[in-house]
């Protein structure tokens, strides 16, 4: 028979305020239990067959009529009670076959989950040892290419274009040299700075050399620098070299190794036109410079140490980039890291280097991984502590770790996914949260279930199954949701984070309902009672712990106590909760309104915190220096050119360039197309001030004119030239040129052109007149602009016309494949929005799309894009696309995760309440990103 004790606490509360208390708490405690603690009963208890088990049932509550405590027992059956009936249908419930399977092979059942968790990593590491790339690990890049964007297909048509083909090169003459080590390949980049001092001194200025001369001289340098057309190393391009002689042949003033007079100096490189651009690059915001005072000031300045690497082969110049790269990180990354930690004789030191970034970057992960070895040995411990079981700890971590190597295989081999970046070994902390908060649950509805009276313990396990496991499924159901919410992001870095994270947390659900009972489960048969010798006296068995909850109030946790006596009181107040309904209300209105000012992050991906040296030599270079050459954007006007097509493309691979799709259709052969390219630039150069406002073209900083490179222009000038110098007999050979005036100039050059060898249907004029241009009458003289076009213009042989000059050092006749027009902008790439930089972004279309209304069909196809590397109309898609995408991903999680707190909650009003929550809180997050002067960045994008 159980025994049920109404207990009534003694209370100094009046009648009134006791009539609320109508709080009920009951703890029901099997015979057994009393009797093997010594307590209360004695005797045998009933069978177990009888459903209707005995058991003491202690309820606590307030009366009415009295404020004196009263004890009341009784004798009665459970199943009188509805509370009683319930809880033993939930007990006696027919047990679930895998529950009755763990109970009655328990080794069995942990040999078969354990071979199954090994099973996946195992075949990982025979893959990882067989030399399978098993894990795609990319660390210091991050793809966030628009696969589906015209700008992204356009910039990557451009900057493949010259591997498409067989690209023909006129034999002229370089300027730089023959060597192919003339080209800029990579640059060590140096700030110095001195805050509220002087680096325009002659002693500063002397430190500066002297840094410089060091990194120069380091062991191999001579290997790897960008050489000059002498094939000498480029000097450190700096203030320095405006006196030590460099520019000397301009005038002797720039001569001055002493550094004694630096305003002098510096004067007059200032008013020099050809030197005024570069100085500028090197000079902070709070310059001065005053020869007539005798004051040159700066806090800051910063120089370059150029690099350059091999061609050769592709092979061979991947290999030798790898080595340039090396030689950068073995020789100069440690040295400058202590220099910008320790300072240099009173100056900070910032620097940045593409190698070294990368460096730094797989140092961090590496950091990073280590953290999660520490967060792997806390997890333990607290499990430890928790369980007081090193049996079921070291399980429960081995499976949440398992699980991780289970989801990549998934993720790589099921799926097919060929990216594994930073975001996803971070996901490693993630894990490691989640898998001990469901080890968690099951382990405290297991000591929970320790107080009822079962049939038998597939019985017991049974009930904590469905109980433990239908909780776990809610919350990693909805976690996963929100991973896969990911998925649908057309940014590869956050798509195949959402998805690997989701499949993890699934795969770890599934690691603790299968796995996780057969450790219980074997631990309880075989392991609860043991411990080591050492730690018996300490030692506190899970069963022991219901004593506790058996205990006074005055006993338990003070959180415990805390939420049932004044929180409850307070909540529960008549006016107190409309006072926190109103508060909560501002709290949330507050951040609502932050949240609209919401933005994305201009700068490109931050991997680094705030005081690393990579982000502060950015955050320096784009806020302490004066406008110079490098804070600008090349937009591109491209002909020839289509989207790249990716459809041959792996979905997840970032670095497939694709195929290259040419404009059949292009064709500057007839006179109308030149003519409609050329008035085209006549149009770009005659734009009225608001036009250039909009359009953001920049001026030369000398010369005031828009920089604007079109090879019509240069063009028409040699030919008017020519034309007035050679023929002033009143042959026109003037541009646009056609037959009729190529002619005249192939048969005034006969050593040039055999003109007897034509064919009669020879149609490549305008490349023949081209070729002249560019070579100088086909002398293969060096000129400025060959050099300023070779990389604008693409030309090919053609199986028809093409033909050797006469002295066979050229050849005429040849196709032309795409030609570009290039406007320099002010927009420096990470210093702005995608609502202005969007705006920017579609005048230019507009303007452009315009143009190529106007033009003959040969050439009405082209198109305007920042083509470089850096691409910043794709950047500022980016971020719209972020911006976008948390939004969505915000509505989508959130609708997702109605249904499931509804079926969960078996309430819709509990189900929207607790979603209304949801979106309160994720309001209030993110409004909190704006209100601490954050933006939007990657990692956030995906975390809402």
Same mark, same amino acid.
């Given at each position: 028979?159980?025994?049920?004790?109404?207990?009534?606490?003694?209370?100094?509360?009046?009648?009134?305020?006791?009539?609320?208390?109508?709080?009920?708490?009951?703890?029901?405690?099997?015979?057994?239990?009393?009797?093997?603690?010594?307590?209360?009963?004695?005797?045998?208890?009933?069978?177990?067959?009888?459903?209707?088990?005995?058991?003491?049932?202690?309820?606590?509550?307030?009366?009415?009529?009295?404020?004196?405590?009263?004890?009341?027992?009784?004798?009665?059956?459970?199943?009188?009670?509805?509370?009683?009936?319930?809880?033993?249908?939930?007990?006696?419930?027919?047990?679930?076959?895998?529950?009755?399977?763990?109970?009655?092979?328990?080794?069995?059942?942990?040999?078969?989950?354990?071979?199954?968790?090994?099973?996946?990593?195992?075949?990982?590491? !025979?893959?990882?040892?067989?030399?399978?790339?098993?894990?795609?690990?990319?660390?210091?890049?991050?793809?966030?290419?628009?696969?589906?964007?015209?700008?992204?297909?356009?910039?990557?048509?451009?900057?493949?274009?010259?591997?498409?083909?067989?690209?023909?090169?006129?034999?002229?003459?370089?300027?730089?040299?023959?060597?192919?080590?003339?080209?800029?390949?990579?640059?060590?980049?140096?700030?110095?700075?001195?805050?509220?001092?002087?680096?325009?001194?002659?002693?500063?200025?002397?430190?500066?050399?002297?840094?410089?001369?060091?990194?120069?001289?380091?062991?191999?340098?001579?290997?790897?620098?960008?050489?000059?057309?002498?094939?000498?190393?480029?000097?450190?391009?700096?203030?320095?070299?405006?006196?030590?002689?460099?520019?000397?042949?301009?005038?002797?003033?720039?001569?001055?190794?002493?550094?004694?007079?630096?305003?002098?100096?510096?004067?007059?490189?200032?008013?020099?036109?050809?030197?005024? /651009?570069?100085?500028?690059?090197?000079?902070?915001?709070?310059?001065?410079?005053?020869?007539?005072?005798?004051?040159?000031?700066?806090?800051?300045?910063?120089?370059?140490?150029?690099?350059?690497?091999?061609?050769?082969?592709?092979?061979?110049?991947?290999?030798?980039?790898?080595?340039?790269?090396?030689?950068?990180?073995?020789?100069?990354?440690?040295?400058?890291?202590?220099?910008?930690?320790?300072?240099?004789?009173?100056?900070?030191?910032?620097?940045?280097?593409?190698?070294?970034?990368?460096?730094?970057?797989?140092?961090?992960?590496?950091?990073?991984?280590?953290?999660?070895?520490?967060?792997?040995?806390?997890?333990?411990?607290?499990?430890?502590?928790?369980?007081?079981?090193?049996?079921?700890?070291?399980?429960?971590?081995?499976?949440?770790?398992?699980?991780?190597?289970?989801?990549?295989?998934?993720?790589?081999?099921?799926?097919?996914?060929?990216?594994?970046?930073?975001?996803?070994?971070?996901?490693?902390?993630?894990?490691?949260?989640?898998?001990?908060?469901?080890?968690?649950?099951?382990?405290?509805?297991?000591?929970?279930?320790?107080?009822?009276?079962?049939?038998?313990?597939?019985?017991?396990?049974?009930?904590?199954?469905?109980?433990?496991?239908?909780?776990?499924?809610?919350?990693?159901?909805?976690?996963?949701?929100?991973?896969?919410?990911?998925?649908?992001?057309?940014?590869?870095?956050?798509?195949?984070?959402?998805?690997?994270?989701?499949?993890?947390?699934?795969?770890?659900?599934?690691?603790?309902?299968?796995?996780?009972?057969?450790?219980?489960?074997?631990?309880?048969?075989?392991?609860?009672?043991?411990?080591?010798?050492?730690?018996?006296?300490?030692?506190?068995?899970?069963?022991?712990?219901?004593?506790?909850?058996?205990?006074?109030?005055?006993?338990?946790?003070?959180?415990?106590?805390?939420?049932?006596?004044?929180?409850?009181?307070?909540?529960?107040?008549?006016?107190?909760?409309?006072? !926190?309904?109103?508060?909560?209300?501002?709290?949330?209105?507050?951040?609502?309104?932050?949240?609209?000012?919401?933005?994305?992050?201009?700068?490109?991906?931050?991997?680094?915190?705030?005081?690393?040296?990579?982000?502060?030599?950015?955050?320096?270079?784009?806020?302490?220096?004066?406008?110079?050459?490098?804070?600008?954007?090349?937009?591109?006007?491209?002909?020839?050119?289509?989207?790249?097509?990716?459809?041959?493309?792996?979905?997840?691979?970032?670095?497939?360039?694709?195929?290259?799709?040419?404009?059949?259709?292009?064709?500057?052969?007839?006179?109308?197309?030149?003519?409609?390219?050329?008035?085209?630039?006549?149009?770009?150069?005659?734009?009225?001030?608001?036009?250039?406002?909009?359009?953001?073209?920049?001026?030369?900083?000398?010369?005031?004119?828009?920089?604007?490179?079109?090879?019509?222009?240069?063009?028409?000038?040699?030919?008017?030239?020519?034309?007035?110098?050679?023929?002033?007999?009143?042959?026109?050979?003037?541009?646009?040129?056609?037959?009729?005036?190529?002619?005249?100039?192939?048969?005034?050059?006969?050593?040039?052109?055999?003109?007897?060898?034509?064919?009669?249907?020879?149609?490549?004029?305008?490349?023949?007149?081209?070729?002249?241009?560019?070579?100088?009458?086909?002398?293969?003289?060096?000129?400025?602009?060959?050099?300023?076009?070779?990389?604008?213009?693409?030309?090919?042989?053609?199986?028809?016309?093409?033909?050797?000059?006469?002295?066979?050092?050229?050849?005429?006749?040849?196709?032309?494949?795409?030609?570009?027009?290039?406007?320099?902008?002010?927009?420096?790439?990470?210093?702005?929005?995608?609502?202005?930089?969007?705006?920017?972004?579609?005048?230019?279309?507009?303007?452009?799309?315009?143009?190529?209304?106007?033009?003959?069909?040969?050439?009405?196809?082209?198109?305007?894009?920042?083509?470089?590397?850096?691409?910043?109309?794709?950047?500022?898609?980016?971020?719209?696309?972020?911006?976008?995408?948390?939004?969505?991903?915000?509505?989508?999680?959130?609708?997702?995760?109605?249904?499931?707190?509804?079926? /969960?909650?078996?309430?819709? !009003?509990?189900?929207?309440?607790?979603?209304?929550? !949801?979106?309160?809180?994720?309001?209030?997050?993110?409004?909190?990103?704006?209100?601490?002067?954050?933006?939007?960045?990657?990692?956030?994008?995906?975390?809402?």
């Amino acid at each position: 028979m159980p025994f049920v004790f109404p207990v009534y606490p003694a209370s100094n509360l009046p009648d009134s305020e006791l009539r609320r208390e109508s709080d009920v708490s009951t703890i029901v405690i099997d015979h057994r239990d009393l009797q093997r603690s010594g307590s209360l009963l004695s005797g045998k208890s009933e069978s177990r067959s009888n459903k209707g088990a005995n058991r003491l049932i202690i309820s606590s509550t307030n009366t009415t009529n009295t404020n004196t405590n009263r004890s009341i027992i009784s004798s009665t059956n459970t199943t009188n009670t509805n509370t009683s009936t319930t809880m033993d249908d939930d007990m006696e419930r027919k047990p679930i076959a895998w529950c009755k399977f763990i109970v009655k092979r328990p080794k069995t059942a942990f040999a078969v989950t354990l071979s199954c968790c090994l099973l996946l990593p195992v075949v990982t590491m !025979i893959f990882v040892i067989s030399g399978k790339d098993v894990f795609p690990t990319v660390l210091s890049y991050l793809p966030l290419q628009l696969r589906d964007s015209d700008q992204w297909l356009r910039g990557l048509a451009w900057q493949t274009r010259d591997e498409a083909f067989q690209k023909f090169e006129h034999s002229v003459e370089s300027l730089q040299g023959n060597s192919q080590r003339t080209q800029l390949y990579n640059a060590l980049y140096t700030i110095y700075e001195k805050r509220g001092d002087n680096v325009l001194s002659r002693e500063n200025l002397k430190v500066i050399e002297d840094l410089e001369n060091d990194l120069v001289t380091k062991p191999n340098y001579t290997d790897f620098c960008q050489l000059d057309a002498n094939e000498n190393c480029i000097k450190p391009i700096s203030l320095v070299r405006y006196f030590d002689g460099t520019y000397s042949t301009i005038s002797p003033i720039f001569y001055d190794p002493t550094f004694n007079n630096i305003p002098a100096v510096l004067e007059a490189a200032n008013s020099f036109p050809p030197l005024k /651009a570069g100085l500028q690059f090197h000079l902070g915001k709070d310059v001065i410079i005053d020869a007539v005072s005798n004051v040159a000031e700066s806090s800051i300045t910063r120089s370059i140490i150029p690099f350059s690497v091999a061609l050769g082969n592709r092979s061979e110049w991947k290999m030798n980039k790898q080595k340039q790269s090396n030689f950068l990180v073995d020789t100069y990354y440690s040295r400058l890291m202590d220099l910008h930690d320790d300072g240099y004789k009173g100056f900070n030191i910032y620097f940045f280097s593409q190698p070294l970034w990368e460096n730094a970057v797989d140092e961090q992960v590496l950091a990073d991984l280590v953290l999660v070895v520490g967060s792997c040995v806390f997890i333990f411990g607290f499990i430890w502590f928790q369980t007081r079981s090193l049996w079921i700890t070291v399980f429960a971590v081995f499976g949440i770790l398992t699980s991780f190597l289970t989801a990549n295989f998934i993720y790589r081999y099921v799926l097919d996914f060929r990216f594994f970046g930073i975001f996803h070994i971070l996901s490693l902390f993630i894990i490691l949260g989640i898998g001990a908060d469901d080890v968690f649950v099951f382990m405290d509805t297991w000591t929970s279930t320790g107080f009822n009276s079962y049939s038998g313990l597939e019985y017991r396990l049974s009930d904590v199954y469905r109980r433990a496991s239908g909780t776990m499924l809610v919350t990693s159901l909805t976690t996963a949701v929100a991973f896969f919410v990911n998925g649908v992001s057309p940014l590869l870095a956050v798509k195949t984070f959402g998805i690997f994270a989701g499949i993890l947390v699934v795969v770890n659900y599934l690691t603790v309902i299968f796995f996780f009972p057969t450790v219980v489960i074997l631990y309880h048969n075989s392991w609860r009672h043991w411990a080591w010798c050492c730690w018996r006296p300490f030692s506190k068995t899970l069963t022991e712990s219901r004593e506790e909850l058996i205990q006074p109030d005055k006993k338990k946790n003070v959180i415990v106590r805390f939420f049932k006596g004044p929180y409850f009181r307070f909540v529960t107040h008549g006016m107190h909760r409309w006072i !926190i309904v109103l508060a909560f209300a501002l709290i949330v209105s507050v951040f609502t309104y932050y949240a609209t000012k919401l933005g994305p992050d201009e700068e490109a991906v931050k991997v680094f915190k705030e005081g690393n040296n990579f982000v502060e030599f950015n955050d320096k270079s784009s806020k302490s220096f004066m406008p110079s050459q490098s804070d600008e954007t090349t937009v591109y006007i491209v002909w020839g050119l289509e989207n790249q097509d990716l459809s041959s493309c792996h979905h997840t691979d970032y670095e497939c360039t694709g195929r290259t799709v040419w404009d059949d259709r292009f064709d500057l052969n007839p006179t109308p197309s030149q003519k409609a390219i050329k008035d085209f630039c006549d149009t770009l150069h005659g734009l009225t001030e608001d036009e250039i406002n909009a359009l953001h073209i920049k001026r030369d900083l000398v010369t005031g004119e828009l920089k604007i490179k079109c090879f019509m222009d240069n063009m028409y000038e040699f030919y008017d030239k020519l034309n007035a110098d050679y023929y002033s007999n009143g042959t026109d050979v003037s541009m646009p040129v056609g037959e009729i005036e190529m002619q005249h100039i192939m048969k005034a050059n006969p050593s040039i052109f055999d003109t007897s060898s034509l064919h009669d249907t020879f149609y490549r004029y305008f490349e023949t007149g081209l070729g002249y241009w560019v070579t100088m009458g086909y002398t293969g003289q060096a000129n400025t602009d060959y050099e300023e076009f070779r990389h604008l213009l693409g030309e090919e042989l053609d199986q028809w016309d093409s033909t050797y000059t006469v002295p066979g050092t050229d050849m005429y006749g040849t196709r032309m494949k795409y030609a570009a027009i290039s406007v320099t902008t002010s927009l420096p790439f990470g210093s702005i929005g995608y609502n202005s930089g969007m705006e920017i972004l579609n005048a230019w279309e507009t303007f452009v799309d315009n143009e190529m209304l106007k033009m003959p069909a040969s050439v009405s196809n082209g198109f305007q894009c920042t083509c470089d590397v850096t691409n910043l109309w794709h950047w500022i898609e980016v971020q719209k696309t972020l911006a976008d995408s948390a939004v969505k991903g915000i509505i989508l999680g959130i609708s997702l995760a109605f249904p499931v707190l509804v079926i /969960a909650t078996q309430n819709i !009003i509990i189900g929207t309440l607790a979603t209304v929550s !949801i979106g309160l809180t994720t309001v209030c997050v993110i409004g909190m990103i704006p209100m601490l002067g954050w933006k939007l960045g990657v990692s956030d994008d995906m975390a809402t």
